[in-house]
């Protein structure tokens, strides 16, 4: 039974021995996506298939990029409007609590 019909698709399944379980099927050709996961109860189905969701509209297509770099560049934008509050970027950050004081011990001098 189709629970929700929009991509990615979720399925009431019933299995023989362990009984009622949901599926998010994330199959589909034009999305670039070959995933299936099952849980326990249909909440879950629904809000895992409503993060994909999401994440197509944010991202589109699947790409190449490795999920890690996708990460970092998530995680650098917030970062960065963080900062803007200030007047700052991350840039200067590293280089006001990283850079400078290795610099000062001499850690890094360049001759």
Known sequence: ?????????????EHPMHGRY??????????GMN???TFPNETSAIKY????????????????????KILSAERYEELAQRLTTFGKR???AV????LQPLQNNHY???Q
Do not use: C
Not at 95 to 98: C, G, I, K, P, S
């Open 1 to 13: 039974m189709v629970v929700r019909k929009k991509f990615p698709q979720v399925y009431e399944m």
């Open 22 to 31: 949901w599926q998010v099927s994330a199959r589909s050709k034009k999305w």
């Open 35 to 37: 995933q299936r996961k």
């Open 49 to 68: 298939a409503q993060s994909i969701e999401e994440q197509l509209i944010k991202f589109g297509r699947q790409s190449n990029v490795p999920k890690e």
């Open 90 to 92: 991350p840039e200067d």
């Open 95 to 98: 280089e006001h609590f990283t």
């Open 108 to 110: 890094l001098r360049i």
